[in-house]
T-cell receptor
C-alpha cells in the first residue's frame, strides 16, 4: 500500500525550532517532497529528498531515511508566517512522477 | 506566484450540472496534474497529462474527465455534480515527469 502518516497538528513558539515527522509504508517511492500550504492557498514546494540524509535550505531542512521509511522537516527560527499546513508527499515514479500526499500537519506558531 | 494559472477562482453550481475548470501551466512545462482537496482531506491525485497525452490516473471518478490541448493548457470536466464534489481543485505543472510540481491557485467549487 501507499500510506503516508504525519501528525495532525503541532504548536510552537516564535523563534523556536520544530520538527515535523512523516512516516511511510510503501514500495515504489523514489523520493519525499515537502510542501507548505496556507489555508485556502496553493501548496508551495519546499524540498525534495531522493537520497538519505539532510538537505538544508535556509531556515528549513529536510531529512530522509529510506530504510526506515521516515522523513522530517525541520523549521528553525520560527516566524508567525510559518503557521500553515506542511504536506509530506511520496513521489511515485512509475515512469511518470505521481505524488501521494499525506493529510498534512497544521502548525500553529504563537508569539 | 508559481506561474500556473487557473480559472475560474470560484464556481458555485447546482447538483446535476457540468462545469469545466481550466489550467495554464508554467511556460515550458509539459506535464499537467490535477488534484482534488476536500475539507479536512489531503490532496488526492486525479490525473496527469504529458505533452497532450494522458500518462497517469489516480482516484478520478468516471463522471470526471480531462484533456490537454496542443498549446499545453488543460481542462478538467466535472459532470453530474454531487454535493460531495465540493472541493478545491488544483492544477500543477512540471518541466518533465520527474520534477517538482508547481501548483496553481486552485478553483473552489461549491455544489449546492
Amino acid at each position: 500500500g501507499q500510506n503516508i502518516d504525519q501528525p495532525t497538528e503541532m504548536t510552537a513558539t516564535e523563534g523556536a525550532i520544530v520538527q515535523i515527522n512523516c512516516t511511510y509504508q510503501t514500495s515504489g517511492f523514489n523520493g519525499l517532497f515537502w510542501y507548505q500550504q496556507h489555508a485556502g492557498e496553493a501548496p508551495t514546494f519546499l524540498s525534495y529528498n531522493v537520497l538519505d540524509g539532510l538537505e538544508e535550505k535556509g531556515r528549513f531542512s529536510s531529512f530522509l531515511s529510506r530504510s526506515k521509511g521516515y522523513s522530517y522537516l525541520l523549521l528553525k527560527e520560527l516566524q508567525m508566517k510559518d503557521s500553515a499546513s506542511y504536506l509530506c508527499a511520496g513521489g511515485l515514479n512509475t515512469g511518470f512522477q505521481k505524488l501521494v500526499f499525506g493529510t498534512g500537519t497544521r502548525l500553529l506558531v504563537s508569539p | 506566484d508559481s506561474g500556473v494559472t487557473q480559472t475560474p477562482k470560484h464556481l458555485i453550481t447546482a447538483t446535476g450540472q457540468r462545469v469545466t475548470l481550466r489550467c495554464s501551466p508554467r511556460s515550458g512545462d509539459l506535464s499537467v496534474y490535477w488534484y482534488q482537496q476536500s475539507l479536512d482531506q489531503g490532496l488526492q491525485f486525479l490525473i496527469q497529462y504529458y505533452n497532450g497525452e494522458e500518462r497517469a490516473k489516480g482516484n478520478i471518478l468516471e463522471r470526471f474527465s480531462a484533456q490537454q490541448f496542443p498549446d499545453l493548457h488543460s481542462e478538467l470536466n466535472l459532470s453530474s455534480l454531487e454535493l460531495g464534489d465540493s472541493a478545491l481543485y488544483f492544477c500543477a505543472s512540471s518541466a518533465g515527469t520527474a520534477n517538482e510540481q508547481y501548483f496553481g491557485p486552485g478553483t473552489r467549487l461549491t455544489v449546492t
